[in-house]
């Protein structure tokens, strides 16, 4: 199975950003999930923190090889499913009524029902953690190789 790993990254510290997802990575690998992550891709700035002030050109790049990944994933992990992040949202969007993916957010706050919002509607699984995001995975994959459009 192979998972595209969204989450806010803007305005955020590498160094936060970094530990929280190769955090995350190393579980899922564990769990032998091929994991895409688009943050390998992202500007820095001299703050060390990942650039919200980027060029256009730049971005629309950007957005061409993150929308090229999940055509290429069987699923989408939100990692910070509890900070608004305009990208993570369209990523969120592309993945499950775009490419008809599965989406699994990663989120206390939504999972402990103290934010109810589309999110908990539209998520196909909400889960507080990233363990338990692999647990759902792991079915997951189960049922996604009994469906041909999932096999890719």
Same mark, same amino acid.
């Given at each position: 199975?192979? &998972?595209?790993?969204?989450?806010?990254?803007?305005?955020?510290?590498?160094?936060?950003?970094?530990?929280?997802?190769?955090?995350?990575?190393?579980?899922?690998?564990?769990?032998?999930?091929?994991?895409?992550?688009?943050?390998?891709?992202?500007?820095?700035?001299?703050?060390?923190?990942?650039?919200?002030? &980027?060029?256009?050109?730049? &971005?629309?790049?950007?957005?061409?090889?993150?929308?090229?990944?999940?055509?290429?994933? +069987?699923?989408?992990? &939100?990692?910070?499913? +509890?900070?608004?992040?305009?990208?993570?949202?369209?990523?969120?969007?592309?993945?499950?009524?775009?490419?008809?993916?599965?989406?699994?957010?990663?989120?206390?706050?939504?999972?402990?029902?103290?934010?109810?919002?589309?999110?908990?509607?539209?998520?196909?699984?909400?889960?507080?953690?990233?363990?338990?995001?692999?647990?759902?995975?792991?079915?997951?994959?189960?049922?996604?190789?009994?469906?041909?459009?999932?096999?890719?």
């Amino acid at each position: 199975m192979k &998972i595209y790993l969204s989450g806010a990254l803007a305005g955020r510290s590498v160094k936060e950003v970094k530990k929280e997802r190769s955090s995350a990575i190393k579980l899922l690998t564990k769990a032998n999930v091929e994991v895409i992550d688009p943050a390998v891709f992202e500007k820095q700035d001299q703050a060390r923190r990942f650039s919200m002030n &980027i060029s256009l050109d730049f &971005i629309r790049k950007l957005v061409s090889m993150e929308k090229f990944a999940i055509d290429h994933c +069987d699923a989408l992990v &939100i990692l910070t499913g +509890d900070i608004i992040s305009s990208g993570t949202w369209l990523e969120f969007g592309y993945a499950k009524y775009h490419c008809k993916i599965p989406v699994i957010l990663i989120s206390k706050r939504h999972f402990r029902k103290k934010i109810v919002s589309w999110s908990n509607v539209e998520a196909d699984i909400v889960v507080e953690n990233v363990q338990q995001a692999v647990k759902a995975l792991k079915k997951l994959n189960k049922t996604l190789g009994k469906h041909k459009k999932y096999n890719k």
